[in-house]
């Protein structure tokens, strides 16, 4: 028997369609019960931490009194983000910089330190670094007793 040139894809489609509604009917399957779960209570807290992006170091004058400095050199030594400076240098291994101290806050570089006194900028020193960079020397910047 042959079928004439039209019916054949409509037959083709139909048998497509039967197929795919019974592949529905063998996937609906009864969904077994959940199971009783334990309750769980989750207890926390907030700790607020630093309200910065970077943490201010204040020293007043009573702090420089109990730490017993006696120039800004010193006052350096007191600050945690003071590192890699070089106050106190040996001036036989490094003469260019004998004399000085600089800012290197968080280890950036001697010459990354944006120093301001009394909103402008201080300029560099003429001495350099070892490493060849430029730095303001804060033992020109201002007495010991005038910092307050």
């Given at each position: ?11 083709a489609l139909?048998?497509g ?23 769980v ?11 910065k ?6 020293l ?7 730490a ?16 890699g ?48 960079s ?14 307050q």
């Amino acid at each position: 028997m042959s079928l004439p040139p039209c019916s054949a894809p409509r037959l083709a489609l139909l048998t497509g369609a039967a197929f795919c509604a019974l592949s529905g009917a063998a996937h609906a399957q009864i969904a077994p019960a959940p199971a009783a779960l334990d309750e769980v209570v989750v207890t926390g807290s907030r700790l607020s931490g630093a309200q910065k992006l970077a943490p201010v170091e204040i020293l007043d004058r009573q702090a420089l009194d109990r730490a017993g400095v006696a120039d800004p050199a010193q006052v350096l030594q007191l600050l945690t983000a003071n590192s890699g400076s070089e106050a106190r240098v040996d001036q036989l291994n490094q003469p260019q910089s004998s004399g000085t101290a600089q800012f290197n806050l968080r280890n950036l570089g001697l010459g990354s330190t944006l120093v301001l006194v009394d909103g402008l900028r201080w300029t560099s020193s003429a001495a350099v670094a070892t490493d060849g960079s430029g730095f303001v020397d804060i033992n020109s910047l201002v007495p010991l007793i005038a910092l307050q």
